[in-house]
């Protein structure tokens, strides 16, 4: 009985194995289909894509650019700076990561005949279509003008150097098309004409703040002909923390502390002349460190100006030692040193006989107010 049950049990195990290896090979013959259903389909839409960019670019020239003798071209420009600085006074340059996008309308690349009503496409592509002659003037460097990090020459000006506000201009154009042929707009994105920041990155910026940005349109003349350019200024101010902290503090600590000399006892020539040396060689190590990050210019800044006020408090605090120590008398000095003066010439005086010190003018000029002649004579002190 039970050999009859384990028999019974077997067959029914083999019957429903049997069933699932069935229905599992359908339902994989099943996902075959629509894979390869699905290859085919991606690759006619390909072949379908290839076909229809090889007849567009089929006797396509792309050295001439759109409405070639017939009218001019519009290229239009948006800028999105990602990061800004640094900014250097050193070398005058600033720079800056940006997105860089130029639109122009190509009405030979127009199709039909495609449910896409805009196709994206490779940077390869752009080696076999016409595109804008642009260029960046007064940039010394750049990674292209897609996803790049530029440095742009900026004309400082430092006269109001560390108080100073600078303009660092970017101007856009083209490189041989004249305004006839190219112009070039700014797009406009909401309330945006043209540029967008990202005022979250510029904020870090080390020595300087953005306080803003113009965007221009301009014509250049150049050899008897008129391009068209953008312009974009940034505007800058300059942190005044640091220079307060390490330069104007400190000058200032110096002057006070030559002022200190004024108060000091005139017979104390060691302390006077030790202070004046010592606030002098102060200042002017003050002053190298701050030529160490300017450009060596023809005129002086705001900076200058003031440490050349305390170079000259100085100088000032030195003449008037010298002048007072040069006009000091032995009998002029201090009132104590006064006092042992004259009781030395007092010891001196009643030493000498009578008719010396009465022949003598000089003592009697000598002796002239604290001690009277009638107390010489005497011979009293």
Known sequence: MITHLLIALCVLANLLSSELYKVMNVKLSNESSLAATDRIDKKGIANNVTTLLNEILKGYDRHLRPGFSSERTTVFIDIFVRTMGPISDLTNTYSFNCYFR???????????????????????????????????????????????????????????????????????????????????????MGTDRGVQMDYESISDLPQFSMTGFEVLNSTDMLRDRNYSALEVRFFFHRHFGYFLMNFYVPCTLIVLLCWVALWTNREATGDRIGMGITSVLTMVLITNDSKSDVPKVNFPTALDIYIWICYTTLLVCMIEFTVVHYYTKFNTGDPEIQAIEREKMRRIISRIPKSAVMSSRRTNRMLAGPISNKAIVSGKV
């Open 102 to 188: 130029q639109t122009w309308t190509d009405s030979r690349l127009m199709f039909n005949g495609t449910s896409n009503q805009q196709l994206s496409l490779s940077m390869a592509m752009l080696d076999k279509i016409w595109k804008p002659d642009t260029v960046i003037l007064a940039l010394s460097t750049q990674e292209g003008l897609k996803g790049t990090r530029a440095v742009g020459k900026c004309a400082m000006s430092m006269r109001r150097y560390p108080l100073d506000r600078q303009a660092c201009r970017l101007i856009i154009g083209s490189y041989a098309f004249s305004t006839d042929e190219l112009l070039y707009e700014w797009k406009i």
